[in-house]
């Protein structure tokens, strides 16, 4: 292979911004004016051979195809050490980019191009024979990143990167109309400044881009001489750039002139009918990728801006309690959707000083303007059932019945399509921390403690809103304790990205885990960016033109003690609840899954999988031996390296167990026997009402101990 490169004096050379290293083949190498050697270059010592220009070229079409997945493909002027062009080459490669890393990667191609001096007879020669099968690989490559470009930056960019066969203008401007103004859309190849000017001209002034869109006619001017003669009044204004040919041509879409957009050249143009051809098409593509990307701006702003006034502002601040949001919209269609979060002042709420709050996280069906009214609807209609005081299942059992008779009125309409929304919906009591937790379907919350582990939290829920006019929505109890934050979200934040809800959980609370700090705003991002990179509250542009889902986030916390009050009290507990009906076995293994989640970091294996099991054996023998429901409450305290675990089961059934000998046979009565080899300590305690059973581990001591208090009471 690298026979046949060379035989085609085609260099291979790889560049990694990671290892700010180039790697090049001997090929390369002469190419670039040294020993033809194999080597491994700085990017310093590449970039000292490159022409300045050129390297900053470079960068900005390597970011511009990683952009929009295309090949990077650019001329470079090669240097000797006295700063002389020894050489011309085309780069052609495939970058990427390494999100971990934040870097660039790419391998590509660099062949020496003969390129006589543009405008001498030379160089018309030079391209005469090819020139039909340079124009049409020209304008394919042209039309496809005009037709890809996204905004009226994008085109804009595009367009000053585009290289025309053996013609290529070093200055570009975009010229647009405002009632009777011309205006400056964009430019390459000028200062800063240059375009002051040309900015706001009358459409009557004499100059060649005020003719064009006039007249919606080309001009061609091949001289100085010319421009001179023809437009007297604004030559002054040209000539100070110092070119000497320039094209200007319309920018037309459905035969109406939007602008003009001039090419200009620091060498003599005759501009020939092929030029002539190659310009005009090149501005029909321009004219219509801006046309296009204007529309999708406007449009983006107009449903943005229909999406901002259906989502709240947070506010006003809870004392005792902290509040952060955000909310990315799709980019498909007309960029609005059917999540949404909300804050609902409860009777007695913050406005009094003190009192309860609701937060309600949800997702509408669809991402249409049909969904988005829907949501706007279902909003309304929560906040109005949260403000006359129902309870979280309340709430949700009205709200259900209120979505399933809108749907049924629109179903009457055949091509309507029956809708349904997941929520979530919270009601908390800033002053205690407890919060009531009722779900319709929706992912479950997240809990980060204080100490920075992070637990899937699960709670009792029902079906989605609008299935079921009669669902219920039972009402889960859990306590957020100081230092404590609380995550709920829509599925976008866990899915996009081609994750499940299991890879996708555990993405999230890898962030969750690493992110330092109390500051909440500073989180939010954190998890909308490590989903699809950089966003602000609400993004729009490119980056959401690619997501998959809407993603709506809110976050709740606690705030710790004080630095000085954090001497004074001991170390966080680390706790969990998890109540087992009867009528819900399978919550067992739920119950398993927390407990290792809460012990991630405990030492020793063996210890975790004893607590687990000795937890299931608990569990189960609530649910076989007695009627009633079971409720596991496990802790962990203690500094690092000394610490406890410390695990129990209640229930409200009076029979006490009985420690048996069960018979080598024997397929129950083992649990007591489990506790009593495994644990370090361990009890039954009687309530009054019902019983409680429980056991510690010891971090410092290993499984297989029995602790000196373990005792069975009758």
Same mark, same amino acid.
């Given at each position: ?12 050379w790889?560049?990694? $911004? ?18 033809? +050697? ?14 300045p ?7 900005a ?18 240097m ?54 340079s ?40 010229f ?15 200062k ?32 100085p ?40 050249f ?14 005009? $098409?090149?501005a ?32 006003p ?45 949800g ?10 009214g ?24 009205r709200?259900s ?23 979530l ?21 997240a ?17 989605p809103?609008g ?21 709920i ?60 889902d809407?993603i ?10 004080s ?10 507990v ?32 063996d210890?975790v ?27 962990v ?8 675990m410390?695990?129990? +089961?209640?229930?409200?059934?009076d ?60």
């Amino acid at each position: 292979m690298g026979e046949v490169l060379a035989t085609l004096a085609t260099g291979i050379w790889q560049w990694d $911004t990671a290892t700010d290293r180039v790697t090049v083949n001997a090929e390369a190498a002469r190419l670039l004016g040294l020993p033809a +050697v194999g080597t491994t270059l700085t990017e310093a010592q590449t970039r000292a051979r490159l022409h300045p220009v050129d390297w900053n070229e470079i960068t900005a079409v390597v970011g511009l195809a990683v952009a929009e997945r295309t090949l990077a493909e650019v001329r470079i002027r090669i240097m000797d050490e006295q700063g002389r062009v020894i050489r011309v080459v085309r780069s052609r490669s495939k970058p990427s980019f390494d999100r971990e890393k934040r870097s660039f990667q790419l391998i590509g191609t660099l062949q020496e191009v003969t390129e006589p001096a543009p405008g001498t007879p030379a160089g018309r020669s030079a391209v005469t024979g090819d020139w039909r099968r340079s124009r049409e690989a020209f304008l394919l490559d042209a039309g496809r990143a005009l037709a890809e470009a996204r905004s009226t930056e994008e085109v804009l960019r595009v367009a000053a990167g585009l290289s025309m066969p053996g013609f290529s203008p070093d200055g570009l401007a975009v010229f647009g109309v405002e009632g009777d103004r011309l205006t400056i859309i964009g430019h390459h190849g000028h200062k800063a400044g240059d375009d002051g000017p040309f900015s706001n001209m009358a459409l009557a002034t004499d100059y060649p881009a005020a003719e064009v869109v006039r007249t919606g006619r080309a001009v061609y001017i091949s001289t100085p001489e010319q421009y001179k003669a023809r437009y007297p009044a604004t030559w002054p204004l040209a000539s100070s750039f110092g070119r000497h040919s320039w094209a200007f041509l319309p920018l037309t879409v459905a035969g109406r002139t939007m602008g003009a957009w001039m090419a200009a050249f620091a060498y003599p143009v005759t501009f020939n009918p092929d030029e002539r051809s190659v310009l005009t $098409t090149v501005a029909r593509m321009l004219a219509q990728a801006l046309s296009r990307a204007g529309a999708a701006e406007t449009e983006r702003a107009l449903t943005d801006g229909l999406q901002r006034s259906m989502l709240p502002t947070l506010g006003p601040q809870i004392p005792g309690m902290n509040v952060a949001a955000r909310y990315v919209p799709t980019g498909g269609g007309l960029q609005v959707g059917g999540d949404w979060y909300d804050m609902i002042p409860l009777p007695g709420g913050p406005h009094s000083g003190s009192g309860r709050i609701a937060l309600v996280i949800g997702d509408v069906q669809g991402h249409d303007v049909r969904a988005a009214g829907l949501m706007g609807q279902l909003r309304i209609a929560l906040r109005a059932y949260a403000s006359e005081g129902h309870r979280p299942d309340a709430v949700l059992s009205r709200a259900s019945r209120f979505l399933h008779g809108m749907a049924a009125d629109d179903s009457e309409d055949d091509e309507a399509d029956l809708r349904f929304a997941t929520c979530l919906y919270v009601e908390a009591d800033p002053a205690t921390g407890v919060l009531q937790i009722a779900r319709a379907g929706h992912p479950d919350p997240a809990i980060r403690m204080a100490d920075g582990t992070v637990l899937a939290r699960p709670t009792a829920g029902g079906l989605p809103l609008g299935i079921d006019p009669d669902a219920d929505y039972p009402t889960t109890r859990i306590t957020l304790q100081p230092g404590e934050t609380m995550l709920i979200c829509t599925d976008g934040l866990i899915e996009t990205g081609g994750h499940d809800l299991e890879s996708g959980w555990q993405r999230i609370r890898a962030i969750l885990e690493e992110h330092k700090g109390d500051d909440l705003e500073e989180l939010a991002d954190a998890l909308v960016q490590g989903v699809h990179g950089p966003s602000s509250h609400h993004t729009t542009g490119p980056l959401a033109d690619r997501r998959e889902d809407d993603i709506a986030v809110l976050l709740l916390s606690r705030p710790g003690e004080s630095p000085d009050e954090a001497l004074l009290v001991p170390p966080p507990v680390r706790r969990t609840m998890l109540s087992v009906a009867q009528a819900e076995p399978e919550r067992v293994a739920a119950a398993r899954q927390q407990l290792r989640e809460l012990l991630h970091d405990w030492p020793e294996p063996d210890q975790v999988d004893s607590a687990v099991l000795l937890v299931s054996e608990m569990l189960t023998n609530v649910l076989v031996h007695t009627d009633a429901d079971a409720l596991l409450l496990a802790e962990v305290r203690g500094e690092p390296g000394a610490r406890r675990m410390r695990i129990q +089961v209640t229930d409200t059934s009076d029979a006490l167990p009985h420690k048996r000998r069960p018979g080598e046979l024997a397929s129950s009565g083992r649990g007591l026997v489990l506790i009593e080899l495994l644990a370090d300590a361990w009890g039954v305690d009687p309530q009054g009402e019902g019983k409680r059973i429980w056991f510690e581990l010891h971090e410092s001591a290993g499984p297989g101990t029995a602790g000196t208090d373990g005792s069975l009471q009758e």
